[in-house]
């Protein structure tokens, strides 16, 4: 998403942190897994002005529904209407938002940065490290980093790169699940 | 098959036959909307949908098609069908700009929840995508303004799409359906049972009224001390009048319809206030301004109602009741809400509020003696009114003494701008579907149309078309569809030379300039009329208006009257836009 892409290289470390009224939510949508079934949700918002900052699409445990998962930001009024707005859809089964509920959040991003030999790859390694990142590719040049998290730990990693030269950046958007109902369990899994 | 020794077809030859009995898509196609009980098309053929057309033909003594003369007209009428008879209208129009012509009917239905079903012809499927001749991505550009739609690629899900379609448009908050059908989809081969079930699992949607919300609006109901029942087409859609008058009477709640609930309270009755908004009475516009309670059903809060939001009904509650749950906190955030069809919800607030017993009830109508006393003086204060007719026959007058040769039965259909206006506020009606217009998206053009595929549904009925000079020749063409088909609409124009509503925001907010709304040469209407094989007659003086208009009104066939009005008359009352209530204007003297 281009508004995704602005947000993050801009708006996210130069604005001031959002007000209260326009706070970020994260919205599941199980859609039918049909032709045009994405395209009637991203066409309603733009149609009805909603913004997306990121959006992504996978299969459900059932092959005919699609999740998708979009992070928006909006007062309570705006996103109380884009829940409901989506729920019209004929083909919409169920629209979550999961901001309010326990959950887990997830994106990927492969980051392309710069990391010639010698001081600057062991500080490229070390951060890897720290963050429980992974480098998938290597050259003489550079590294190819992949680092998931939640999006602030993620953005948090790319702003340590940055001033190693990041040459290009990849994100998934955000992904989400409703976290187990056991607490004792979730928390014994070390989450 | 049976597999019983004495058959006599060899076991060989079933395939064969059975591939030679299997129907094409088309004709799955026209059993499938059979099977929903359409008895009328509305359509313009095209290279797309020869294969419908060509069903069409054999299905001819099933079900009839009318040949409009513009796709726009085709949506206009079946919107006219379904509003007129409470039904699923059917459209039907070839690919690219044969789907392009009908958008406007087909956001007029969206905007105006109105269930109709509009068949699309598609270039062949290897084709999708090349900009081949005749190709528009049709579902593509009607997402927006369709409750759904669906490009139907294999013929298998042809009967299962068109059950489907209908159930949609029909049920909850009703609205267009468009099924896109490529050529070569209703070209092949499938076999077709009606089947109860769909291709896909429906996902009902179904909201009985929470009775905890029910008890809880009862109360806040029996409390009021100054409310106000805001109602619109939600009360029509839902056949909810009856409901609506019982509840009303029982409480002696003041009501006050928008321009889509025109009828579905009757408009003389002494409870009713008329119609609210830009346009509305004087004294609906107060009386929701000083409520302390809105009970507004079926209705979206649109802005020309409300004019500006935050001032809009400053002291009241809101209970909002509407099918759609996404109209509820909308525009106007609700203190309680019931997300219910209209009928249902008001049948349970009743019944719930009888429960109080009668000693409630009657407290609770005594404690609103002084509201009622308020309200009727700000009607005798500004009654809807207009200054006299001098050598102009005043628009007003046009619109009472229609409703005076027609007893107010008659089925009045319009167009969109200053005459629809006027007819909203001199027009009384009496019951629900006497009164078709173009609220949401105030399309130009509906007039005509939609009154033809209104006649259709009531036989020798009076169905009137008021509609002005400006709309009128946006779809004329129209009248010949009408003369073909025998279906005896009246036409009655107010003329007056101009785009009236635009110049009457230029007299009123732009100094009078007056930017291209001449409409001063036009065609000379009742040679027009004739030219289609209508009957046309015209009235330029006050003392000719009765006789033509009866004239008009008592041919046998499609009359149009040419009413030439006062050319620079106003609507009043206007609420300028993003206004509230105290920025009312109530007539011309106050400007």
């Known amino acids: 998403m281009i508004e995704s892409m602005e947000a993050i290289t801009f708006s996210s470390f130069i604005l001031p942190p959002s007000s209260f009224n326009n706070m970020r939510h994260t919205l599941s949508i199980v859609v039918a897994d049909q032709p045009g079934e994405l395209s009637r949700i991203v066409g309603l918002f733009s149609a009805r002005g909603f913004n997306i900052e990121t959006l992504s699409v996978g299969q459900t445990p059932d092959p005919h529904w699609s999740r998708v998962t979009v992070v928006t930001r909006g007062d309570d009024r705006t996103i109380e209407q884009i829940v409901k707005q989506c729920s019209r859809l004929a083909r919409v089964r169920e629209v979550l938002d999961v901001t309010m509920q326990p959950h887990i959040e997830r994106e990927m991003a492969l980051i392309d940065v710069e990391a010639t030999p010698g001081a600057m790859r062991q500080e490229v390694l070390s951060l890897v490290a720290v963050f429980r990142a992974k480098v998938v590719d290597i050259s003489q040049t550079g590294m190819i980093i992949e680092a998931s998290g939640n999006k602030e730990k993620v953005e948090a990693f790319i702003e340590l790169l940055r001033p190693m030269g990041v040459r290009d950046i990849t994100r998934t958007g955000c992904i989400a699940i409703g976290r187990l109902s056991n607490e004792v369990a979730s928390v014994a899994a070390g989450v | ?591």
């Open chain 2, 1 to 591: 098959m049976s597999a019983q020794p004495h058959t006599l077809i060899p076991a060989a030859n079933v395939p064969l036959a059975d591939a030679i009995q299997e129907p094409r898509g088309a004709e799955i196609l026209i059993e499938a909307l059979l099977h929903e009980g359409v008895d009328s098309i509305f359509g313009y053929p095209g290279g797309a949908v020869l294969h419908i057309y060509d069903e069409l033909w054999r299905a001819r003594d099933r079900v009839t098609h009318y040949l409009v003369r513009h796709e726009q007209g085709a949506v206009h009428m079946a919107e006219g069908y379904a509003r007129a008879s409470g039904r699923v209208g059917v459209a039907l129009v070839t690919s690219g700009p044969g789907a392009t012509n009908a958008m406007t009917g087909i956001a007029n239905a969206y905007m105006d929840s109105t269930p109709i079903v509009v068949i699309t012809g598609q270039v062949p499927t290897p084709l999708i995508g090349t900009d081949a001749f005749q190709e528009v991505d049709t579902v593509g550009i009607t997402r927006s303004c369709v409750k759904h739609n669906y490009l139907v690629r294999d013929v298998r899900d042809l009967a299962p799409v068109v059950h489907e379609a209908f159930h949609l448009a029909r049920t909850g908050r009703p609205g267009p359906i468009v099924i896109d059908i490529p050529k070569d989809v209703s070209a092949a081969r499938a076999s077709y049972s009606r089947l109860k079930h769909i291709s896909f699992p429906l996902i009902e949607r179904k909201w009985p009224p929470d009775p905890r919300a029910v008890a809880e609006a009862a109360v806040a109901i029996l409390k009021a001390e100054r409310p106000v029942m805001y109602v619109g087409g939600g009360i029509v859609n839902s056949g909810a009048a009856e409901a609506l008058l019982a509840l009303a009477e029982e409480l002696q709640l003041p009501v006050t319809p928008t321009l889509m609930g025109l009828g579905g309270f009757p408009s003389a009755h002494p409870l009713c206030l008329n119609m609210l908004g830009m346009h509305g009475t004087y004294a609906a516009n107060m009386a929701v301004a000083e409520s302390d309670l809105l009970i507004a059903v079926g209705v979206r809060f649109d802005d020309r109602v409300t004019g500006k939001l935050a001032t809009f009904a400053p002291q009241a509650k809101v209970i909002h009741i509407d099918i759609d749950p996404a109209n509820v906190g909308k525009n106007r955030t609700p203190e309680m809400s019931l997300v219910a069809d209209a009928r249902e919800a008001l049948c349970a607030l009743q019944a719930e509020i009888k429960s109080f017993g009668q000693p409630h009830i009657d407290r609770s109508v005594k404690r609103r003696a002084v509201w009622w006393e308020r309200i009727r003086e700000w009607q005798l204060q500004q009654p809807l009114r207009f200054t006299g007719s001098g050598d102009h026959i005043k628009p007003q007058t046009v619109i009472r003494e229609l409703h005076r040769l027609t007893n107010g039965d008659a089925l009045i259909a319009t167009d969109v701008g200053q005459h629809q206006m006027w007819a909203a506020q001199f027009y009384p009606f009496k019951r629900s579907r006497q009164w078709i217009t173009s609220g949401g998206l105030g399309a130009m053009g509906y007039g005509v149309p939609a009154a033809i595929g209104a006649q259709l549904v009531l036989g020798d009925q009076m169905v009137v078309a008021v509609v002005g000079d400006g709309g009128f020749q946006m779809t004329n063409q129209e009248l010949a569809m009408a003369v073909q088909y025998d279906l005896p609409i009246k036409v009655l124009i107010m003329n007056n030379g101009y785009l009236g509503m635009v110049r009457q925001w230029q007299e009123m907010f732009y100094e009078r300039a007056y930017s291209e709304v001449d409409l001063s040469v036009s065609p000379d209407f009742v040679k027009l009329a004739e030219a289609y094989g209508a009957f046309g007659v015209r009235a330029t003086r006050p003392d000719e208006l009765s006789d033509v208009l009866s004239a008009g009104l008592s041919h046998k066939g499609i009359a149009v009257m040419d009413i030439v009005v006062s050319k620079e008359e106003n609507v009043f009352p206007i609420v300028p836009a993003g206004g509230n209530s105290r920025d009312m204007i109530v007539h011309s003297e106050g400007v």
